[in-house]
C-alpha cells in the first residue's frame, strides 16, 4: 500500500503490482481469450457495498453478505456504524433539549456532509478515517 498525505490508498482488487490495474484491463482478453471484466465487476461491487456503509441503515446489507470480510469494506463498515451511532445519539439529545427547532436540523446537516465525506473516501479508494468520529471507529469489532 502507498500513503499519499496519510492517506490509505486500497490496492486494485488485490491485484500484484507488477500487472496493469484492472482499469487498464477492462474489456480486454488475456491469452486464453477470456475477458478480464470480472475483475472490474467484483471491484465495483466493493465500492457499492462501502458505500452503502454511509447510508444509514443500509449499513446492514455488507454487515450481512460475505463482503465484510474484505478490509477495505470492514473499514468502511466501522465508519458508518459510527456515524449512525452518533447520529441517533445526537438526535436523541437535540430531541430532548429546548433547542430542539435548531439542533435537529443542524445535526442532519452534519450527519449528510459527514456521509458525503465517507463516499468521497469510497470512491477515491481511501479508507480515511471520517473527521472527529473515525479514530474511534476503528475500535469497533466487525
Known amino acids: 500500500?502507498?500513503?499519499?498525505?496519510?492517506?490509505?490508498?486500497?490496492?486494485?482488487?488485490?491485484?500484484?503490482?507488477?500487472?496493469?490495474?484492472?482499469?487498464s484491463q477492462e474489456g480486454q482478453e488475456d491469452e486464453e481469450g477470456e475477458s478480464n471484466q470480472g475483475t472490474t465487476e467484483v471491484k465495483e461491487e466493493i465500492n457499492v457495498m462501502a458505500v452503502l456503509c454511509y447510508l444509514a441503515i443500509l449499513i446492514v446489507v455488507p454487515l450481512l453478505t460475505d463482503h465484510r470480510e474484505q478490509e477495505f469494506v470492514r473499514f468502511h463498515i466501522k465508519q458508518g456504524l459510527m456515524l449512525l451511532i452518533t447520529g441517533v445519539v445526537a438526535m436523541f439529545i437535540g430531541a430532548i433539549t429546548i433547542f430542539e427547532e435548531l439542533l435537529i436540523p443542524v445535526i442532519a446537516v452534519a450527519w449528510i456532509v459527514f456521509a458525503a465525506i465517507g463516499v468521497v473516501n469510497v470512491i477515491r479508494n481511501q479508507k480515511k478515517p471520517l473527521p472527529l468520529i473515525g479514530e474511534v471507529a476503528q475500535r469497533f469489532k466487525v
Not at 499519499?4 to 500484484?16: G, K, L, Y
Open 1 to 23: 500500500m502507498t500513503e499519499e498525505n496519510n492517506d490509505q490508498q486500497v490496492p486494485e482488487a488485490d491485484t500484484p503490482k507488477d500487472e496493469p490495474s484492472p482499469e
